[in-house]
């Protein structure tokens, strides 16, 4: 189903400027922009992703992953077509690249679904799998629907949005993890067809008014530096040192064939960056700890092995043995 663009220009010759995402797209009648599910119907920018669905899931939240929002608990997650980066890395490609069959739900159909999911303990929506702000006008009428049903928003996201569109859905968000591919402009340039600079305005925009985590893949030789961890960690520390950063390894996707992450880069990593914040995990190799202790006395609060999660010492959102806050959804 299509439905006209919420933030762009009319130009003439019946030109468009698509003002939702930072590339600004100029679209000629007849064409697509960047992202592919955006098209320009003789002078109007019509979005063809609306309500299609082309993934469906109950997940654990972990697997988002998010591990300070509702720890232990299933989320309901859905997913559309198209993204607004070219990854050569990217792990979705085939939904995010390609055409994949999708299936459409209107907001209410996604919230009856939503309801029907309560009883596998999910506490809401994640939108994911693609980039769901690709799924802008979709987001924009579904966010308040399932919001105000009780439920929980979960965006995971590459963060490339302008601040505008950001702002008019952001009251409806209750968590995001927010991709921070690289900490190098010519990273992001070259590998991902985008700009850093827009993804940290994003972070900053969104810490301290909603759940913010943050993802890195460290792709072999392409932005596994310890020089670079420590420059991203850092500058993530200067916004809320107690942020926290998934650091996941890259298996070759798509078209790209390096070598996989190595485990000593995976630790290297989780050392140097926990230098700078309180909580770094490691979330898709074996063998690392990622239990989350309380930042006061350092009981244990939530203990993980992969998706399997046990509370320990978790008192609503408050330590059980120092009684203090932990930073935690809970």
């Not at 933030?7 to 995402?21: A, G």
């Not at 697997?63 to 890395?89: A, D, Q």
């Not at 055409?99 to 996604?110: K, M, N, V």
């Not at 107690?242 to 050392?271: C, D, G, N, Q, W």
Request: hydrophobic share 35%.
């Amino acid at each position: 189903m299509k439905a006209e663009v919420a933030f762009y220009r009319r130009l003439e010759e019946k030109n468009v400027n698509c003002e939702v995402c930072p590339h600004n797209c100029r679209i000629k009648p007849g064409r697509r922009g960047i992202c592919r599910v955006r098209v320009n119907l003789d002078g109007t920018l019509y979005a063809t992703n609306y309500g299609e669905h082309s993934s469906i899931a109950v997940d654990p939240i972990e697997k988002k992953p998010l591990y300070h929002f509702f720890p232990g608990r299933n989320i309901l997650s859905v997913g559309t077509v198209g993204c607004n980066f070219s990854c050569g890395f990217c792990q979705n490609y085939r939904i995010a690249h390609e055409d994949a069959p999708t299936r459409f739900l209107s907001p209410d159909e996604l919230l009856r679904l939503a309801e029907e999911c309560r009883a596998r303990d999910s506490v809401g929506v994640a939108y994911t799998y693609s980039e769901p702000l690709m799924w802008y006008e979709y987001l924009r009428d579904v966010l308040p629907v399932i919001k105000e049903a009780g439920f929980k928003n979960v965006l995971v996201t590459n963060g490339y949005i302008n601040p505008q569109p950001l702002e008019a859905v952001l009251p409806h968000i209750d968590a995001l993890n927010i991709d921070l591919k690289s900490f190098s402009e010519e990273f992001y340039r070259r590998q991902c067809g985008g700009r850093l600079e827009p993804v940290k305005e994003t972070i900053k925009l969104c810490a301290g008014r909603t759940h913010v985590e943050v993802t890195t893949l460290l792709v072999t030789g392409l932005n596994d530096t310890p020089e670079e961890i420590d420059e991203l960690s850092r500058w993530l520390a200067g916004i809320d040192p107690s942020i926290p950063l998934h650091l996941s390894a890259y298996f070759p996707a798509y078209k790209v064939s390096l070598p996989p992450t190595s485990r000593a880069t995976m630790a290297m990593a989780r050392e140097v960056a926990a230098r700078n914040l309180n909580y770094v995990y490691v979330g898709n190799m074996a063998g690392f700890e990622n239990d989350t202790l309380c930042p006061h006395c350092r009981a244990l609060l939530v203990s993980r092995r992969g998706y399997q999660v046990r509370i320990d010492n978790l008192d609503g959102d408050r330590c059980a043995v120092c009684g203090q806050t932990a930073p935690l959804v809970n």
